[in-house]
């Protein structure tokens, strides 16, 4: 298994189907945004969800959810750690509880997170991992053992951020309990990064997010429970996989 990190979508390599091609398609990627939407994506259907279904704009957003029932929809709607006016909710898992998703499609978009998965949705299998699914994501992929394994970090607005970088480390380090360490598996330097990140800071995740930026900005929104709920590992038993170009489902 060769893995390779990325920072940032724009950081991640176009892929061939793309309108500018610059390398080949890998064989599974993972798009990453601890705060928050794959967090949200994997305990919204964690909760019962049918599906969530991602978009870059919010109007993109509005006009697509239109033709589904009302009651079988939600509208997720965040720019800049707020709800967007006309949407349902933010972008909290702590809001996706089985009595409010359950059954229903989750129709999102956020301020980075969608924008990853939208970058990697060319890729034959596309998965969303957060800290709260991480050993789940870990057993399907020593499961199906991809041969090349791309992990997008969703940033913020186009700059590095480190929970979803220790996010990215967790995912090496639990793949690494099972994988020789010898092996040559590194595709870029991010990936040593990553590791490397993680290991330092694996006890002390919640401390390690109060100093990222972006968990700055939540805890300044009184978010501090999010904050938590985001830094807690191996939570959840769901692989969200993505069913159809933009549409994620569960395994």
Partial sequence: MKISIFHTPELTPDLIGTA???TAVPDCAIAIDVLRATTTI???????????????????????????????????????????????????????????????????????????????????????????NRRAIV????????????????????????????CAGAIIAGLLEKIDRDSDWFGNDEAVAALALYEQWRDRLLQLFYQASHGQRLLRLGLTEDLAYCASQDQLNIVPIQVAPGVIGRL
């Fill in 42 to 132: 994997a305990t919204a259907l964690a909760a019962g969800a049918d599906s969530v279904q991602a978009f870059c704009t919010i109007d993109g957003l509005m006009t697509v959810s239109e033709d589904w029932p009302a009651d079988r929809r939600i509208r997720i709607g965040e720019r800049g750690g707020k709800t967007v006016e006309g949407c349902d909710l933010g972008n909290s898992p702590l809001d996706c509880t089985p009595d409010r998703v359950g059954g229903k499609r989750l129709f999102m978009s956020t301020t980075n997170g969608t924008r990853a998965l939208q970058k990697i949705q060319n890729t034959p299998i596309v998965l969303a991992a957060a800290l709260v």
């Fill in 139 to 166: 057993d399907f992929l020593l499961d199906r053992q991809p041969e090349t394994l791309w992990m997008t970090a969703s940033g913020w607005e186009g700059s590095f951020s480190l929970e979803d970088t220790v």
């Fill in 20 to 22: 500018s091609p610059t």
